[in-house]
C-alpha cells in the first residue's frame, strides 16, 4: 500500500506560479510512475502530467504543455509539479497519483493509488 499526501495548493493571481508536492509513503516509492490530475467543479477528473520513476521520460497535457514541469526526487519520496503561468482555467483540485509500473500513462483508472488532493484557485 502506497499513501500519498499532496500540499503547496492554494489562491494565486493570473500568470502567478505554484509549486504542489506529493510525498509517498508505505512502499518502495522508486518503481512506481507518478502522475498529476486534475478537477474542476463539475468536471471529469483530468490528466495533467506523469514521469516515470527514473524521470527520464514525462508526459503532459497539450493544455499546461511549456507551463508546467513534473520532476521527482526518489530520495526524498517526493514528486512535484512547478506551474507557471497560472490561468483560471487552471483552477481545480489537484491530485497525485501512484502507478505500479515503470511506465507513464495518462489513463486514471490504470493509475493504484491516490492521494486526498490540494486546492489551486487561479484569479484573473
Known amino acids: 500500500q502506497v499513501q500519498l499526501v499532496e500540499s503547496g495548493g492554494g489562491l494565486v493571481q493570473a500568470g502567478g506560479s505554484l509549486r504542489l508536492s506529493c510525498t509517498a509513503s508505505g512502499r518502495a516509492f522508486d518503481s512506481y510512475a507518478m502522475g498529476w490530475f486534475r478537477q474542476a467543479p463539475g468536471k471529469e477528473r483530468e490528466f495533467v502530467a506523469a514521469?516515470?520513476?527514473?524521470?527520464?521520460?514525462?508526459n503532459y497535457a497539450d493544455s499546461v504543455k511549456g507551463r508546467f514541469t513534473i520532476f521527482r526526487d526518489n530520495a526524498k519520496i517526493t514528486v512535484y509539479l512547478q506551474m507557471n503561468s497560472l490561468k483560471p482555467e487552471d483552477t481545480a483540485v489537484y491530485y497525485c497519483?501512484?502507478?505500479?509500473?515503470?511506465?507513464?500513462?495518462?489513463?486514471?483508472?490504470?493509475?493504484?493509488?491516490w492521494g486526498q488532493g490540494t486546492q489551486v484557485t487561479v484569479s484573473s
Open positions: 514521469i516515470t520513476w527514473s524521470g527520464d521520460t514525462v
Open positions: 497519483a501512484a502507478r505500479r509500473s515503470t511506465v507513464v500513462t495518462t489513463v486514471r483508472a490504470f493509475y493504484n493509488f
